[in-house]
C-alpha cells in the first residue's frame, strides 16, 4: 500500500529553494522558483509543483541542459511591447519578470505584451495571471513544449502540450483562472498516474497506429522517441472536435515563437542533430489587460461575478449535485489543504530523500524519514 504523508507548505517551500539554491541556482531565483512550485500544490494541481522539483529542474541543471543562473536579456522594448531572450535561464524567473513588465506596460498604456524566446519550463502557467489579476488586470499566457500533441489526423507528435492561460478577477473568494493545455491531457498528470501506478484513461494517447495507448510508464518512455503522442483536447480525429484543440495548439506555438524569433515544433525535442542532450529553447508570451482602461475594476468584477454564480446556479444534471466555474476546484483544493501541507507519495519520497542525500540538507527533517 503507497503511503501518503502532507507536508507544510512553508517547509516545503524552504526545501525546494535550499534544493536549487544548492545546484547553482542565486537565492532571490530560487525563492522565486519554489514561489511558483508551492502555489501550484496549495492549488491541488500536482502535476506542477513539489512532484516537478527534480525531474525538470533539479536533474536539467545536473546534466548541464538548463542554466541555474539566469541572463534576462531585453532584446527590444517598444510602448507597448517587448521582446526578451532568457538564454536557457530558469523559466520561472524568465517568465515572472517577463510578466511584471507586461503589468508594468499595461498600467502605462492600457495594455501590455512581452514574448520570450530561448526559455525553459516555467512551472504552472496560471501563476502568471494570478499576478494580473493582483493588479486589477485581465491576464493570459502561453507557452510550447517538446512535442508531444499529434495533429489531427496524424500520429507523429508535433505540437507541445501549449496551453492558454487565462486569468480575471471577480468579486468572489476566488478569481477565474482557466489553466489547461491543448491537449486532452499533458504529460505532468501522465507522470502523476504514473506514480500512482494507474493506467490511463483510453483516448489520451494515441500509438503510431492511431490505437489509444493506456500503459502509463512507457507511454512516458515512448513519447520521448516518438512512438506514442498525445490527442488534442476533443479527442482523436474530428467527431468529438478534435481539430478544435489541434487548432488553438498550432495558435499558441505560432505565438510562442514567431513574434520573438523563437525554436517550434521538432526544435524543441531537446537533442541536437547528433541526437546529444541540449536545452529545450521554449518559448512563452504573456497578456496583461488594464481593467481601468475600459470600466471600474469593481464594476466589472461584479459583472464578472454575476456570471460565474449564474452559471453556477443553473439546473444541473441528473445526479449531480455542483456546477462548478474555473479557479473553484483549486480554491476548493486550498481550503482543504492550507492547514494540512502537500501531499507526497512514494515517489516524491524518494525524490526528496535523493535530494537531500545529495546535498546533505540534513536541516530538514520529514514525518516519513524512520
Not at 517577463?98 to 492600457?110: E, L
Request: net charge negative.
Amino acid at each position: 500500500m503507497e503511503s501518503k504523508y502532507y507536508i507544510p507548505f512553508d517547509k516545503l517551500e524552504a526545501f525546494m529553494t535550499d534544493a536549487l539554491k544548492g545546484i547553482g541556482v542565486p537565492e532571490e531565483d530560487a525563492k522565486i522558483c519554489a514561489d511558483i512550485l508551492i502555489t501550484s500544490d496549495k492549488r491541488g494541481i500536482d502535476s506542477h509543483g513539489i512532484g516537478r522539483l527534480k525531474p525538470i529542474y533539479y536533474d536539467r541543471i545536473k546534466k548541464g541542459i538548463q542554466n541555474p543562473v539566469t541572463e534576462f536579456e531585453i532584446v527590444k522594448d517598444v510602448c507597448a511591447t517587448a521582446v526578451i531572450d532568457g538564454h536557457d535561464g530558469m523559466g520561472h524567473v524568465i517568465a515572472k519578470r517577463a510578466m511584471q513588465m507586461a503589468i508594468d506596460k499595461a498600467k502605462v498604456y492600457g495594455m501590455g505584451m512581452t514574448v520570450v524566446r530561448n526559455s525553459t519550463h516555467y512551472g504552472f502557467a496560471g501563476y502568471y495571471p494570478l499576478m494580473a489579476i493582483d493588479n486589477n488586470m485581465i491576464g493570459m499566457t502561453g507557452t510550447n513544449a517538446r512535442p508531444s500533441i499529434a495533429p489531427t489526423f496524424g500520429v507523429e507528435n508535433m505540437l507541445g502540450t501549449n496551453p492558454i492561460t487565462i486569468g480575471l478577477p471577480t468579486d468572489e473568494a476566488f478569481p477565474f483562472v482557466l489553466d489547461c493545455a491543448t491537449s486532452v491531457s499533458q504529460r505532468g498528470k501522465i507522470e502523476v498516474y504514473d506514480r500512482e501506478n494507474k493506467p490511463l484513461p483510453e483516448g489520451w494517447v494515441i500509438d503510431r497506429d492511431g490505437n489509444t495507448r493506456t500503459d502509463t510508464k512507457q507511454i512516458l518512455i515512448d513519447l520521448v522517441k516518438g512512438n506514442a503522442a498525445l490527442t488534442p483536447l476533443g479527442g482523436i480525429g474530428e467527431e468529438t472536435g478534435g481539430y478544435k484543440g489541434y487548432g488553438y495548439a498550432t495558435f499558441v506555438e505560432i505565438m510562442s515563437a514567431a513574434l520573438q524569433g523563437g525554436s517550434f515544433l521538432k526544435g524543441l525535442l531537446g537533442f541536437d542533430a547528433n541526437g546529444n542532450p541540449q536545452p529545450y529553447h521554449l518559448g512563452h508570451f504573456f497578456i496583461a489587460i488594464n481593467i481601468e482602461n475600459f470600466i471600474e475594476a469593481d464594476q466589472f468584477k461584479k459583472i464578472s461575478g454575476n456570471i460565474l454564480r449564474d452559471l453556477r446556479n443553473s439546473d444541473k444534471m441528473p445526479g449531480q449535485d455542483r456546477i462548478y466555474t474555473a479557479g473553484e476546484k483549486e480554491y476548493d483544493a486550498w481550503c482543504q489543504r492550507k492547514d494540512k501541507g502537500a501531499p507526497v507519495n512514494d515517489a516524491l519520497i524518494k525524490d526528496i530523500l535523493d535530494i537531500k542525500a545529495e546535498l546533505g540538507l540534513s536541516q530538514y527533517q520529514f514525518p516519513f524519514e524512520k
